[in-house]
Nanobody, 126 residues
């Protein structure tokens, strides 16, 4: 059973930075495509970023491109989301997710991921 645990959320002023972490246990982390999603109140869960097995391939939502960076450390079974130049519209619960079935494709829809963390709240004040 794969378990994902996010951490690093909090309250930050606009223009600030946060780094989210997602620690995985169970299974073979180095063979998971990992994704980050977010969900604001009253909105659907939306794709933020994804990273391939080795970390050499990444994909970002247009809304975060150039501000957010996804990385992974397979030795630590952890994926990170560095968020810079935060905006109030980035306020949401952020979730990490693992996809065990793909390699070349980095999925962008929630239904393509197999495992989810519990989420961590990010709030950006103006």
């Amino acid at each position: 059973q794969v378990q994902l645990v996010e951490s690093g959320g909090g309250l930050v002023q606009a223009g600030g930075s946060l780094r989210l972490s997602c620690a995985a246990s169970g299974g073979t982390f180095s063979r998971y495509v990992m994704g980050w999603f977010r969900q604001a109140p009253g909105k659907e869960r939306e794709f933020v970023a994804a990273i391939g097995w080795t970390g050499s391939s990444t994909n970002y939502a247009d809304s975060v491109k150039g501000r957010f960076t996804v990385t992974r450390d397979n030795a630590k079974n952890t994926v990170y989301l560095q968020m810079n130049s935060l905006k109030p519209e980035d306020t949401a619960v952020y979730y990490c997710a693992g996809d065990l079935t793909r390699y070349f494709i980095l999925p962008t829809t929630p239904g393509e991921y197999d495992y989810w963390g519990q989420g961590t709240q990010v709030a950006v004040s103006s």
